[in-house]
């Protein structure tokens, strides 16, 4: 079974400064994805940014960039500028991309303040 | 854009009551995905369905159930309640190609169970 570890339960950043968090997956299946979610107090779940394993580029959306590693099986997001309006719960997320209709695995989250 | 529907947004309940949840995914979706997250918690996965047909099965209680009918909404019953069922669960979607590793989440239903 896949597994998602966030090791970070906390972090905080100035605004207008960049910080990253940071996730590590385990799974032995080649084609997969990854994702990370952001769940702001209202507890809506946003998606953030994905990133295909097949690919080696990183993914960037805007201010929201990550690095991912595969082979040391990390995926961390690096986030510029922080804003107000980032400080939320992040969540990394993997899902197999054998089959159709496949769960999403998440870490335990890593809980963002954004100080002004 | 139009966003995955969930109703009710919030439900009360005695224990050993039953519900239904209720979701409505964005339209040209076929994939539909239940997820319970408690308090302080990552969400869990329940249950999936594909083209109405279950496609993947997580710890869902035997006390739940879920189905997608022919229009492609879900519904989850949830029966003889308890305590520990109090959360918030979530109904997400995909698409049929192209994005379909993406789910996409509805604001979920605040479930409490007294």
């Known amino acids: 079974a896949q597994t998602v570890t966030q090791s970070q339960p906390e972090m905080s950043v100035q605004e207008a400064e960049t910080v990253t968090l940071s996730c590590t997956y385990d799974?032995?299946?080649?084609?997969?994805?990854l994702f990370w979610y952001k769940q702001p107090p209202s507890r809506q779940m946003i998606l953030v940014i994905r990133?295909?394993?097949?690919?080696?580029q990183n993914a960037t959306e805007n201010r929201f960039s990550v690095n991912f590693q595969k082979a040391a099986k990390s995926f961390s997001l690096k986030i510029s500028d922080s804003q107000l309006g980032d400080a939320a719960m992040y969540f990394c997320?993997?899902?197999?991309?054998?089959?159709?209709?496949?769960?999403?695995?998440f870490g335990e989250g890593t809980q963002l303040t954004v100080n002004p | 854009a139009a966003g995955v529907i969930q109703s009710p947004r919030h439900l009360i309940k005695e224990k050993r009551e039953t519900a239904t949840l209720k979701c409505y995914p964005i339209?040209?979706?076929?994939?539909v995905y239940w997820y319970q997250q408690g308090p302080g918690q990552d969400p869990q996965f329940l249950i999936s369905?594909?083209?109405?047909?279950?496609?993947d099965k997580g710890s869902i209680p035997d006390r739940f159930s879920a189905q997608q009918f022919s229009d492609y909404h879900s519904e989850l019953n949830m029966s003889s309640l308890e305590l520990g069922d109090s959360a918030l669960y979530f109904c997400?979607?995909?698409?049929?190609?192209?994005?379909?590793?993406?789910?996409?989440f509805g604001p979920g239903t605040r479930l409490l169970v007294l």
């Open positions: 997320a993997y899902r197999s991309g054998e089959t159709s209709g496949s769960r999403l695995t």
């Open positions: 997400a979607s995909s698409p049929v190609g192209g994005d379909e590793e993406t789910q996409y």
């Open positions: 339209p040209r979706h076929d994939t």
């Open positions: 799974t032995s299946e080649s084609d997969y994805y």
């Open positions: 990133q295909e394993a097949y690919k080696q």
């Open positions: 369905f594909y083209e109405k047909m279950q496609s």
